[in-house]
């Protein structure tokens, strides 16, 4: 026997259960006979893995005995991927608010600028970056990223896109003659900020799941439903771009896992502009600066994250930003880092919102990853202290709309201000709650964090006074914007069932 520990560094796990021909020995085979009668005999099994390009070697082991004591029954030899450097897992981004310009950013094992080439015979060429063992945290305790998770990333491939016409269809493929190119991917352009119309898709805590019944270390069950239903609307060209609040891939240090994360969210991140917020499973470690010291990124303190989703950001380490599509105002912030009155995030807020033109963009989005409003349980769903700091600057704002994530399902409120509903909602003639925001009275907000991640249940007897909806169902928030007013719904994944559905109107704009 040889020794081996499996850990979750970068392993993928499946019990022989999973073949059920193999536990009732139906593929019986015979190894050893003696004058004709079989003195040993083995059962065969057959299990699929669903693998892809992580550009090191792979190994399949056998053995028995569970994780806690281990036994190597048998082991392959390593298998090699053919083309390592390959690019793979392209992925777009808004850099401003013009919709001329978008980022495209993908992963090789080549350290050589490549190329995107789009439109009619344009290029670009990549700016490489990478991150390396020395950058992930440890301490007292050994962490996934740093001690026992690492995996390498390759090398992290970034252009800009530029000359593009707003809410255009464009074709592109990235790479190089000498790593080889990705397929031509048809993609779709944002509105430029102050025009009229966005259509757009929201949600957090996403993660991955596998496809092949294997077992790993977290895995988020609806995350592989909610994909191919947001696939799906992307595909019938009505998706302009997607925004996702936080709890990324949930690698927290297992490295590996955001490679399994960029190939699931390829059909629709290498299709629309896919815009992010950090979440505590990509910042929070300690001694690193986060507002909340606890293990949750396994190490990774936010620089996976950075690396592979560049967002329009002051600096490295400050992942708050703003930008404008059509008739929307989208503020995102970072419930990780100091939001404190003094602090520069908030003081960053304050002037972003202050600035925001009614006339050009009559609706005000502000969204991060912790909530302010939750009727789940949980002793770290909401924090005071975010809410006494930064509420009262989102009704001083006029915002409209607050999107959180963090709590895995779905909620929505009444304009709602200090626990109180400052207004409720009417039924318009189809019976869908409007909220008239002409005479403004607070912002409406939504938890939107049941894409992927096991969900939370409300408890029995909740009777909160400015909770209104409540689904805990996996799903995706549809939001449909005009100067006029934002339709927004919730889509069960599932069913492709719309289960909330709300408007906000303006009897005109104003500032």
Request: proline share 6%.
């Amino acid at each position: 026997m040889d020794d081996f520990t499996p850990t979750f560094d970068d392993n993928i796990a499946a019990y022989m259960s999973n073949d059920p021909d193999y536990l009732s020995c139906k593929k019986k085979e015979c190894k050893k006979y003696r004058n004709g009668r079989c003195l040993v005999s083995t059962c065969g099994g057959a299990l699929s893995f669903h693998v892809i390009n992580i550009r090191t070697d792979i190994e399949f082991v056998l053995f028995s005995g569970g994780f806690e004591a281990p036994c190597i029954l048998k082991r392959s030899s390593p298998v090699r991927f053919a083309t390592p450097n390959k690019p793979l897992y392209g992925h777009l981004s808004s850099i401003d608010s013009t919709g001329t310009s978008i980022r495209l950013t993908w992963v090789s094992g080549d350290q050589k600028p490549q190329q995107v080439q789009y439109g009619d015979g344009k290029k670009q060429t990549s700016q490489v970056t990478t991150f390396s063992q020395d950058d992930m945290q440890s301490s007292a305790l050994p962490s996934p990223a740093k001690d026992f998770g690492w995996h390498d990333p390759g090398f992290i491939h970034s252009a800009v896109m530029t000359g593009l016409k707003p809410l255009s269809n464009f074709s592109y493929r990235y790479g190089s003659d000498s790593v080889g190119w990705s397929n031509e991917i048809q993609f779709r352009t944002p509105p430029a900020g102050g025009s009229d119309e966005l259509k757009f898709l929201a949600f957090g805590d996403m993660g991955k799941a596998p496809r092949d019944g294997s077992t790993e270390h977290y895995i988020q069950p609806g995350s592989l439903s909610v994909i191919q239903a947001m696939a799906d609307e992307i595909n019938s060209g009505q998706v302009d771009s997607i925004f996702h609040i936080g709890d990324i891939s949930y690698a927290t240090g297992f490295l590996v896992e955001w490679d399994f994360f960029l190939h699931q969210i390829s059909p629709v991140a290498s299709r629309v502009s896919y815009m992010t917020a950090i979440g505590n499973h990509e910042r929070d470690y300690i001694d690193t600066g986060s507002v909340y010291i606890t293990p949750d990124s396994g190490g990774e303190s936010g620089v996976p994250y950075e690396t592979y989703f560049p967002m329009p950001t002051p600096a490295k380490d400050k992942p708050w930003y703003s930008i404008e599509q059509a008739s929307v105002h989208i503020t995102v912030i970072s419930t990780e880092h100091d939001w404190s009155q003094n602090s520069e995030q908030y003081q960053w807020m304050r002037r972003d919102m202050a600035s925001v033109d009614r006339s050009k963009t009559p609706w005000l989005i502000f969204m991060g990853h912790r909530p302010m409003y939750t009727s789940a349980e949980g002793l770290f769903s909401v924090d005071p202290k975010f809410v006494f700091e930064v509420e009262p600057l989102l009704l001083q704002s006029k915002v409209d709309l607050v999107l959180f994530g963090h709590v895995h399902n779905y909620e929505r409120t009444c304009t709602v201000y200090k626990s109180q509903c400052k207004g409720l909602p009417v039924k318009d003639e189809n019976g869908i709650d409007t909220y008239d925001h002409s005479n403004y009275s607070a912002p409406v907000h939504a938890v939107i964090g049941m894409a992927g991640f096991t969900l939370d249940k409300f408890p029995t007897g909740v009777n909160n006074p400015w909770s209104l909806s409540r689904i805990s169902q996996f799903g995706y928030l549809r939001g449909y914007a005009t100067k006029k007013e934002m339709k927004l719904e919730f889509v069960n994944a599932d069913t492709r069932k719309v289960e909330d559905r709300f408007r906000i109107t303006k009897a005109s704009s104003s500032n």
